[in-house]
């Protein structure tokens, strides 16, 4: 199991990829509801898992990282279907998912 040390700096580029995807969705015209939505509750259960971070408790970390990861593949699917998003929307977005994906594959 990883330190706490290097679980908070991975799940740092977890929240930075998020922000992004946040100001990407803020730039984004006429961004589906469903995108908009995932991205919000993308960036609020990030917050949620930062504020529980110091009561550590590692099932409860993978079912909050598995939460999120379904979020970032619910994002990523919607980008697959808009063919109008912008490059940098569809790079956030594929950002998130990737860093959700490698945080949760190196805790299992």
Same mark, same amino acid.
């Given at each position: ?20 995807? *946040?100001?990407?969705?803020? %730039?984004? =015209?006429?961004? !589906?509801?469903? &995108? +908009?939505?995932?991205?919000?509750? /993308?960036?609020?259960?990030?917050? *949620?898992?930062?504020?529980? %971070?110091? =009561?550590?408790? !590692?099932?409860? &970390? +993978?079912?909050?990282?598995?939460? /999120? ?40």
């Amino acid at each position: 199991m990883w330190q706490e040390y290097e679980l908070r700096q991975r799940f740092n580029r977890v929240e930075r990829a998020i922000g992004e995807a *946040a100001q990407a969705c803020s %730039a984004e =015209r006429d961004l !589906p509801g469903e &995108l +908009r939505d995932c991205i919000q509750k /993308l960036d609020r259960q990030a917050d *949620a898992v930062q504020q529980n %971070a110091t =009561r550590y408790d !590692p099932a409860q &970390l +993978r079912k909050q990282l598995a939460d /999120l990861q379904a979020l970032g593949e619910r994002a990523r699917r919607v980008c697959a279907n808009m063919p109008t998003l912008t490059p940098q929307m569809r790079s956030a977005v594929q950002h998130v998912h990737d860093e959700l994906a490698e945080l949760r594959q190196d805790l299992h």
